[in-house]
């Protein structure tokens, strides 16, 4: 396994994560899937995992939804992306043997269809894409096609949509959407669509939160510390890195939370470090200040502090901001109470507060859902940064 920082990673350097992709595949039995988190965090490594290990009988298509500009190119992209798979040479599932040369013919059709589609000059009361999209779920329904869409970063298209056309045309495609998913829920095929930037928080700002509400929607975990303490382990041993167990523990302690590139990190700090021996405590504290947080590669702690941004609207970024910065500096978390006085303090008049009367709710909701945050169960339920780097990156950078 070799450390890698940063871009998705897959076969051997894939830290197995199969519970994860059961509870996603075993999700995807039954419904449409949306798969959250953050910024590198590991969902599009987990997708890849999905598309080179399907599950049985499925023919997964991966798709960047960063790389399409329009619907209409998302679409065709999805077609196309079928017609390659299935003509890809191999045994091919029943279902293809059965249904293949008039399933294909129809692909090809539509694919041919979409390349025609041309921007209607005059305001058309349907999207010109439209026809085409219906057809295309019009085809997955006949044929019930056991096609797996991996979507990854829905909301990063839905924003680009939406900073091209009226709020009217991205409502059109989301009802779409929805309803194609409806129509198919009872078929085979499946959409999975990920999102780094907070979907809810993008369609939320549309006004169109309901268009997303039947997605099964699943958080991506960090490694539970057994799963953290092989890791670190097997990243050591296979990088030529002397880390012995009680080093192994300390990292997580300092940490307070295994995201799987923080010890990629952490493990490739140590190895360029060059210790003529095992590092000690000592050393690895060095490393958590000065490389972990301080550090310019930490690309999970900035990606999370710039997040905030693209998941909130302007009065709540400015909420959320008040709030964290508030709360890496108190060592036992804060309580309701002193969420609401943050809340006051930033906007003094009661009258302008009820204006946005969820938002405290929303944001304390968001940060907890993103991993930022956690609430204690019980006792007076106050709320705390969620990991040590989190709070200790908030600090430095808000000092
Ligand atoms: N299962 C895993 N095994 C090893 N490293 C991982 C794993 N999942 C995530 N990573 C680390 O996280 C980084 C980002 O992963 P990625 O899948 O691109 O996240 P996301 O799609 O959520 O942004 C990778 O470069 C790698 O360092
Ligand atoms: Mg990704």
Known sequence: MNIKVGPPVSEDNFYPRPELIARLLGALEHAHVAFLGPRRTGKTSCLR?????????????????EQYDSVEAWLLAM??????????????????VEKGISFLGRIEELTIMGHGIKLAATKEKTAPWRPLADKLVRLLKDTNAPIL?????????LNLVSKKHTREEVEALLNWFRSARQDLVDHAPRFLVTG????????????????????????????SEAEALKFLEVLAK????????????????????????????????????????????ADLDRIYRECLVAGARNEYCTGMFTRLKEAFSESECRLA?????????????????????VHAALVPVPEQRALHGDEL???????????YVHQDFDGEQRTRFA????????TRKTS
């Open 49 to 65: 995992k999905i598309v080179a290990t399907p599950p049985t009988g499925y023919v997964p298509i991966l798709l960047n939804l």
């Open 79 to 96: 077609l196309e992306h079928v017609h390659a798979e299935l003509k890809k040479p191999g045994p091919k599932a029943p279902w293809l």
């Open 149 to 157: 869409f991996l979507l990854d970063e829905f909301p990063v298209f």
């Open 196 to 223: 780094s930037i907070g979907l809810k928080g993008v369609v939320r700002r549309l006004g169109l939160s309901p268009t997303i509400n039947d997605f099964d929607t699943l958080e991506i975990p960090p490694l």
């Open 238 to 281: 296979d990088n030529g890195v002397s880390l012995p167990v009680s080093g192994r523990r300390h990292i997580l302690k300092l940490l307070g939370g295994a995201w799987p590139i923080l010890l990629q990190l952490f493990i490739s700090e140590i190895k360029e470090a060059h210790f003529k021996k095992a590092p000690v405590k």
């Open 321 to 341: 901001q008040a709030i964290l910065k508030q709360l890496c500096r108190t060592e036992h978390g804060l309580s309701r109470e002193e969420f609401e006085a």
């Open 361 to 371: 709710d929303y944001v304390l909701d968001t940060l907890k859902h993103d991993g």
């Open 387 to 394: 990991s040590h780097i989190l709070r200790d990156f908030w």
